[in-house]
């Protein structure tokens, strides 16, 4: 039997633009006194997409053209949803 041992793979040289973004000075920490800003997060519905955990996935609630699995729910409405989907679901009242 033909025993492999670890390779080596080649570094890629990093450019002079890849060393200045690097050198940069680092952004500011957010403020820990304030809730952290979630991209998919209705507030004024109380809900916020959410990983349902696992590597679970289900099948998104909303009709899609090919058979779209998620692994995000609703924290409210407790509906499995694809980030696309959730937007549309919330503001839309035909959808629910």
Not at 76 to 83: G, I, N, S
């Given at each position: 039997m033909v025993s492999y041992?670890?390779?080596k793979l080649p570094r890629k040289r990093r450019s002079?633009?890849?060393i200045a973004e690097a050198?940069?000075?680092p952004e500011e920490a957010p403020d820990p006194s304030q809730p952290p800003e979630h991209k998919y997060a209705l507030p004024e519905l109380g809900c916020m997409l959410v990983k349902i955990g696992n590597g679970l996935r289900r099948q998104c609630q909303l009709k899609h053209p090919v058979s779209q699995r998620s692994t995000w729910e609703c924290s409210?409405?407790?509906?499995?949803?694809?980030?696309v989907c959730f937007v549309p679901y919330h503001k839309d009242k035909n959808l629910m």
């Open positions: 041992g670890p390779c002079k633009t890849e050198q940069a000075e409210r409405c407790k509906v499995t949803l694809c980030a």
